[in-house]
């Protein structure tokens, strides 16, 4: 029954913060406030405070800006199965940022989170298998990522995909789903896209 309560508890002050945070319209949030909810739910195990803590760390929202301290609590959430703190994670391992540049783990977490349906993890992921990072080489993988994340329409990874049309990389090579790529890449404001439908023939 404690246990229950605790995690009602938890529950309640990462809502809270998230309420304050996201659902209402006052022009200055009050940052402050709700760092110390987060920080209080984060610290008993919530996962999604956790990863919010760890947001208000990378930008300096009602704390200080502390990149170190981002990364331990999106670790923290990330090893509990939250999708974008396993984005995160792998992202300071393929940056290099506060951890040792690793491509291998960088794979490691992006797949995680791209399995469970990660945007930004599917697309990175696809580049990782198009360049070899921590990975083989494997074209037919990064087009399989790539139209994942471009079945959302994730601009990079439409443009990506239109690059692969175009040399033939992973795919049959094909002038029309180049240019179906890049034009669709270019309507969501991608500006490589759209140079690239100037030369496309």
């Known amino acids: ?109 992006y797949t995680l989170a791209a399995e469970k349906g990660d945007t930004e993890a599917q697309r990175d992921l696809g580049y990782c298998y198009h360049y070899g990072l921590g990975v083989t080489t494997d074209d037919v993988k990064a087009v399989y990522w790539y139209k994942r994340a471009a079945s959302k329409n994730d601009p990079k990874a439409l443009y990506n995909l239109g690059l692969c049309y175009k040399h033939g990389d992973g795919v049959k090579q094909s002038v029309r789903w180049a240019k179906h790529y890049f034009d669709k890449a270019a309507a969501f404001g991608h500006k490589q896209a759209a140079k690239e439908l100037k030369v496309v023939v």
């Not at 995690?7 to 659902?23: Q, S």
């Not at 987060?38 to 405070?49: F, N, V």
Request: overall charge positive; aromatic content about 18%; charged content about 25%.
């Open 1 to 109: 029954m404690k246990q229950t309560f605790c995690k009602t508890k938890l529950a309640r002050m990462f809502r809270l913060g998230y309420h304050l945070a996201f659902e209402t319209k006052p022009k200055k949030k009050d940052w402050p406030d709700i760092y110390n909810l987060w920080s209080c739910a984060a610290s008993g195990g919530h996962k999604r405070a956790q990863f919010y803590l760890g947001t208000c760390y990378d930008h300096g929202l009602g704390t200080e800006k502390n990149v170190e301290e981002a990364y331990k609590w999106f670790l923290k959430a990330a090893k509990q199965g939250h999708m974008e703190s396993q984005y995160n994670v792998g992202f300071f391992y393929f940056k290099g940022e506060v951890v040792k540049q690793d491509y291998k783990k960088a794979v490691h977490w």
